[in-house]
């Protein structure tokens, strides 16, 4: 690997090697080693240079001024599973980014690898290759110590079958993440996110005593109630009837954007996806190129 020549180059990513010249007429050249797909991000900080470089073999570009880093990059993951002595490939080389504020829909048929690229994603299952970064830190081979503070306070999670503790009311349901992170303002936090859902008088009320949808919305304030970068969604309109998938499907759009979190929704609802910024489609556990 090549050493850097400049110290004004902050690598993020997957980074081999790159050498800099640090003025406007620049020649950045990049010499990859491994991850050839995947794009590679860099923060350029030089003089009247001040920008992000991305580079992709197919489209390498520089924007100047401010840029987004990626808040969440993955890079050639794959994951495999043996059952008794055969192989079966869940994910195959697959490499996205996801900048900070965006909203996208990873869409696929049943079976395509949607859940299980979604679990990757957020620490909740580890791959069989490849790597995964949020901002500039690594998560790939965080132990479970050290990947349970992140999933509980970067994180949010909506899953399709609720996954509320039934023995905890609503109110205690969304408190419970808060209250794991040692934050003395849940019970306000939680009243304050049910006011807005519509289920304040509602509260007090267990699980089975609540609909579907009033399940669902009890589980979009727990997925906010730690303020996380993102939330990801796995089909979280999958066990509702079509007006209240509606309703909780805005209701989730609307909340993300005005707290300034990142959405990633898995579904196979063409019309949920055309709702979002950006969408990636899965296809036996590959990633199609648009």
Do not use: W
Not at 2 to 19: D, H, S, Y
Not at 186 to 192: D, F, T, V
Not at 265 to 281: G, P, Y
């Amino acid at each position: 690997m090549a050493e850097l020549t400049t110290n004004n180059l902050l690598p993020v990513g997957c980074v081999m090697a790159a050498e800099v010249r640090p003025d406007n007429k620049a020649l950045i050249k990049f010499q990859f080693t491994q991850d050839k797909t995947c794009p590679t991000f860099f923060r350029i900080r030089s003089g009247e240079m001040d920008g992000t470089f991305s580079f992709h073999p197919k489209n390498p570009q520089f924007s100047k001024g401010r840029s987004k880093m990626p808040l969440l990059e993955a890079c050639n993951l794959t994951q495999t599973y043996t059952v008794e002595d055969r192989q079966i490939t869940i994910l195959k080389d697959v490499s996205l980014s996801v900048s900070p504020g965006e909203f996208v829909v990873i869409e696929g048929n049943s079976g395509s690898g949607k859940t299980t690229l979604l679990t990757l994603l957020s620490g909740l299952d580890r791959p069989t290759s490849g790597r995964i970064f949020i901002g500039e830190r690594e998560i790939t081979h965080l132990n479970e110590d050290e990947m349970a503070p992140l999933r509980n306070t970067a994180f949010g999670f909506v899953f399709q079958s609720f996954h509320l503790v039934p023995s905890l009311n609503a109110v205690e349901n969304i408190m419970f993440p808060a209250e794991l992170a040692g934050d003395g303002h849940a019970g306000e936090k939680a009243e304050r996110l049910l006011a807005r859902v519509g289920l304040l008088a509602r509260r007090h009320h267990f699980p089975h005593q609540l609909s579907g949808g009033e399940k669902q919305r009890v589980a979009i304030c727990r997925a906010l109630i730690n303020a996380p970068d993102i939330i990801f969604a796995d089909e979280p309109t999958g066990n509702l009837d079509t007006e209240n998938s509606g309703a909780i499907l805005d209701l989730l759009i609307d909340l993300r954007k005005e707290r300034g979190s990142t959405l990633i929704l898995v579904t196979h609802s063409a019309e949920i996806a055309r709702k979002a910024d950006r969408r990636l489609t899965l296809r036996d556990g590959e990633m199609e190129k648009r």
